[in-house]
């Protein structure tokens, strides 16, 4: 069976629901469409943990891409931080939740950190794959095959890293994708349907799965945004959904 989640965001919690709901196999995959880290505590926790399983495989989200650029280890390079000063990069990650990472981090061994570092500037931007004859394309937030249509010359997210963890515009569009289902994180699905608590968005060919878990576990984010997060997972052979709670639970 071939699983599907992404934003974790340091919720162990949640994920370990998700991982007995699930029950894995060894014949199973458990793609991860990245955002593993930052809000909550846990996420370097997870991230060692999804490293030690054979049968999960993880795209690079924008936090993981904010954390590499913060402590000087950028994805794409040198190149990518030259015109930054890392008091900048350090701001952003933590305006967007890293403070909670960056306290685990400093205190995890140097070979850990090696082996982290290594293992994240390794992860792909989208990952394609086949289930039972429907092609799917797996991206954290954008396809690159969509980058020259939505990123002019001058445009901020010049790069295509950039463009596959940021961008929000191109997996949400209505024009027709060239011959796949889109299935992408980033965006929390309240922002496209109003379903309380947030559950996974499908119209069309387009797939939206991050249903808020780096929202506190037992509040409403804000009057602003009355909405329980949770962390979803779907099973692309029949479409099953498996939610951290169950559809209709209140949790304030």
């Known amino acids: ?7 974790i965001h340091g919720n162990m919690r949640r ?4 991982l007995r ?3 894995l196999k060894s014949e199973d995959t458990l793609y991860i469409l990245g955002d593993v880290i930052d809000r909550h505590p846990h996420g370097i926790k997870i991230l060692r ?17 904010m954390m590499l650029r913060a402590i000087g280890e950028p994805y794409d390079g040198p190149e990518d931080i030259r015109d930054r000063e890392p008091d900048e990069l350090l701001r952003l990650w933590y305006r967007n939740g890293g403070d909670a990472t960056h306290h685990f981090w400093k205190h995890t061994r140097l070979v850990v950190r090696a082996e982290i570092l290594d293992y994240l500037k390794s992860l792909p931007l989208n990952i394609d794959v086949v289930v039972d004859g429907t092609p799917y394309k797996l991206v954290h937030a954008a396809a690159l095959d969509r980058y020259e249509e939505y990123v002019p010359e001058g445009h901020d997210q010049e790069t295509q890293t950039h463009f596959a963890v940021w961008n929000r515009e191109a997996s949400l569009d209505y024009a027709r994708l060239d011959g796949y289902t889109l299935v992408f994180g980033h965006t929390p699905t309240c922002y496209i ?14 797939i939206g799965i991050d249903c808020g878990a780096g929202w506190p576990d037992e509040q409403k984010i804000s009057w602003m945004m009355p909405t329980n997060g949770r962390l979803a997972c779907l099973r692309l052979e029949d479409m099953k959904e498996f939610y951290s709670e169950e559809p209709g639970l209140e949790l304030i």
């Not at 994920?15 to 998700?18: L, P, R």
């Not at 943990?49 to 891409?65: D, Q, R, T, V």
């Not at 349907?193 to 387009?206: L, S």
């Open 1 to 7: 069976m071939t699983y599907v989640l992404s934003d």
């Open 15 to 18: 994920f370990h629901s998700i």
């Open 21 to 23: 709901q699930i029950d």
């Open 49 to 65: 943990e999804i490293m030690a399983m054979p049968n999960a495989k993880m795209l690079l989200g924008n936090h993981e891409y």
């Open 193 to 206: 349907t109003m379903d309380n608590p947030m559950c996974i968005w499908r119209e069309g060919q387009r």
